[in-house]
């Protein structure tokens, strides 16, 4: 079945520092990947998503591009802010199913100071 | 517009009594997905609900769990008899609509403990 990985956190930065958080996954067929964030206390938040290889998804200044050769979707930002602090989460959907079934990594969790 | 609701944000059973999570959908929304995360791993799919109706429960344990998303009224997780194993946090997704295209919205969660 799918699987989704990604590093393990806390991920600490300074403001302004570049961020990458590793995903891969593993699937049968080409499965849609997300990125969510998770903020203190609240619930999960579609940050971005890609639906085939080469697709690039991008939001509030967050990219990951869908890599097929590699199996990947890295999460990067080139200038992290204290308001990004939060878990971050990769996800995959289970092609055959009909309806968007995620299978989830384990979140990784980012720290931004001043 | 408010978003996906749950309640309670936070739960504490003793073993072997009952726990009943609700879910309210956004606005509009008549899909429902249940997922739960242990400590230290992913979210994990349990069931996927439309109204009245269960589509996929796959992902549920065979005994103990159950899930109703009736015609009126919000989604309902049941866990009888709770065991320690049980402790989690418990998330609820809405939707729009059925397909892959679909975008999940989340509820925060009701963080389960089993004394």
């Known amino acids: 079945g799918n699987s989704v990985t990604q590093m393990e956190g806390p991920v600490t930065l300074s403001e302004e520092a570049f961020l990458t958080i590793n995903c891969t996954y593993t699937a049968t067929g080409y499965p849609s990947l997300f990125w969510y964030v998770q903020y203190p206390g609240e619930g999960l938040q579609l940050l971005l998503k890609a639906t085939k290889a080469d697709d690039k998804g991008s939001n509030k200044g967050f990219e990951a591009t869908y890599r097929k050769e590699t199996t990947s979707f890295h999460l990067e930002k080139g200038s992290v802010q204290v308001s990004d602090s939060a878990v971050y989460f990769c996800?995959?959907?289970?092609?055959?199913?009909?309806?968007?079934?995620?299978?989830f990594g384990t979140g990784t969790r980012l720290l931004v100071s001043p | 517009n408010a978003g996906v609701m749950q309640n309670p944000r936070h739960l504490v059973r003793r073993r072997g009594q009952e726990a009943r999570l609700r879910c309210s959908p956004m606005?509009?929304?008549?899909?429902v997905y249940w997922y739960r995360q242990l400590p230290e791993e992913g979210l994990k799919f349990m069931v996927y609900?439309?109204?009245?109706?269960?589509?996929?429960e796959s992902g549920m344990p065979k005994e103990r769990f159950s899930a109703e998303f009736p015609k009126e009224g919000p989604s309902i997780l049941r866990i009888q008899q709770v065991v320690r194993g049980d402790s989690a946090a418990y998330f609820c997704a809405s939707s729009p609509g059925p397909f892959r295209e679909d975008t999940q919205y989340f509820g925060p969660g009701t963080r389960l403990t089993v004394l």
């Open positions: 996800a995959s959907d289970r092609r055959g199913t009909g309806f968007q079934k995620l299978v």
């Open positions: 606005k509009g929304h008549s899909h």
């Open positions: 609900l439309q109204k009245e109706n269960i589509i996929d």
